[in-house]
C-alpha cells in the first residue's frame, strides 16, 4: 500500500469525522468547531512525532541525556485528541472496507 500525505490523511480523517457527526444527527456549530480542534491537535501529534524522529528519545540537557520533552507532550496530546472523540461521541474508524460482511 502506497504511503499517503500527511495533507491527504487529515482531509480524510476530517471527512469521516464530519460524515460520523451527520449519521448520529449531532449538528451546532460548537461540535464542528471540536473537530477542528480535533484536528489542530493531531497536527500537533505528528510535529512531536516528528521531533522524537528527528531528535530520539534522549536529548542533551545540562546535566547530561534527558527524556525528549516531546514525548510527555505526546502522550497529553494523544489523550485529549481521544477525549474529544469521546465527548462529541465519535470513533476512529477503519480505511479498509470488510467485504465480508455481505457474505450472509
Known amino acids: 500500500m502506497a504511503k499517503v500525505s500527511r495533507a491527504t490523511l487529515r482531509k480524510r480523517i476530517e471527512k469521516d469525522l464530519s460524515s460520523q457527526l451527520k449519521e448520529k444527527w449531532i449538528t451546532g456549530n460548537h461540535y464542528t468547531d471540536m473537530v477542528q480542534d480535533y484536528l489542530a491537535l493531531w497536527d500537533i501529534k505528528n510535529k512531536l ?4 524522529q528527528e531528535k530520539g528519545i534522549k536529548v542533551a540537557g545540562m546535566h547530561g541525556p534527558k527524556s525528549n520533552p516531546a514525548i ?32 450472509f
Request: proline letters at 0%; hydrophobic letters at 30%.
Open 72 to 103: 510527555n507532550d505526546l502522550n497529553k496530546t494523544n489523550g485529549q485528541m481521544l477525549k474529544i472523540l469521546s465527548e462529541i461521541g465519535l470513533k476512529a474508524t477503519s480505511d479498509q472496507k470488510d467485504d465480508d460482511d455481505d457474505d
Open 49 to 52: 512525532i516528528d521531533d522524537i
